[in-house]
């Protein structure tokens, strides 16, 4: 229901105001998922203003796509259900007057190997948050790779969708307008890594102990 009102504000911003300047940039981190193993790439906002630029809410479409070179069956999926933990970081970009941080947390939706987003600010404050030159988290995007059809070395782009008038993906001010804030978007890249092997996996949890008995022994030599 929140992300549907996210949305309906997006589209009021297309249809009442102008679109400000391009002052917003989302970089998406790299990041590695261990095959039958899971993991997350964080997604950050900034604005290349200095004065900074006013946000009152978002609305994101994330796409995984597969490189043409991978020889697995593209399988790297987002994790469904995601945990929406980013919504109650202290780093998070509308940390303490988030809609989506509840209670309950409203978290991402998940279709196949597209993720869906939104939040706002809340109807406390009633204001935008002022983005500025200093990297704040967006969103944390939680990854799956379960199946193991991936293969170690294969590689998969995570990129923010911007398809213009007909897209999800938006941006919005309430200052003047309300008005969507154009932005651009750097493409993250996330490679599928080996499983260790169990003989590998027993000698990391046995090397510890037997790394401490080979020492105690030498102090008593050394003490007699």
Excluded: H
Excluded at 11 to 19: F, N, Q, S, V
Excluded at 68 to 85: V, Y
Excluded at 176 to 182: D, E, H, I, L
Aim: hydrophobic share 45%; net charge negative.
């Amino acid at each position: 229901m929140r992300q549907l009102c996210v949305a309906v504000l997006a589209l009021a911003a297309i249809l009442c105001g102008p679109a400000a300047r391009a002052d917003l940039v989302v970089t998406i981190d790299d990041g590695t998922v261990a095959v039958n193993g899971s993991g997350f790439v964080n997604v950050w906002i900034e604005s290349t203003d200095p004065s900074g630029e006013d946000l009152f809410s978002y609305s994101l479409e994330f796409q995984i796509t597969a490189s043409p070179s991978n020889t697995g069956l593209n399988d790297l999926q987002f994790s469904d259900p995601q945990s929406g933990d980013f919504l109650t970081d202290s780093d998070y970009v509308f940390a303490g007057v988030s809609e989506s941080a509840g209670p309950p947390i409203s978290a991402p939706s998940v279709v196949g190997t597209t993720l869906f987003a939104g939040d706002n600010v809340n109807t406390t404050p009633g204001s935008n948050v002022l983005v500025t030159q200093t990297k704040k988290l967006l969103i944390r995007l939680e990854l799956s790779a379960q199946l193991l059809a991936l293969e170690p070395g294969d590689s998969y782009s995570v990129t923010l969708l911007n398809t213009g008038f007909t897209g999800f993906t938006r941006f919005v001010d309430v200052t003047t307008g309300p008005a969507p804030v154009s932005f651009r978007s750097v493409s993250g890249l996330v490679t599928i890594t080996a499983v260790p092997e169990p003989a590998t996996m027993l000698l990391v949890v046995m090397g510890w102990p037997l790394q401490r008995l080979v020492r105690r022994v030498g102090r008593n030599r050394v003490a007699a």
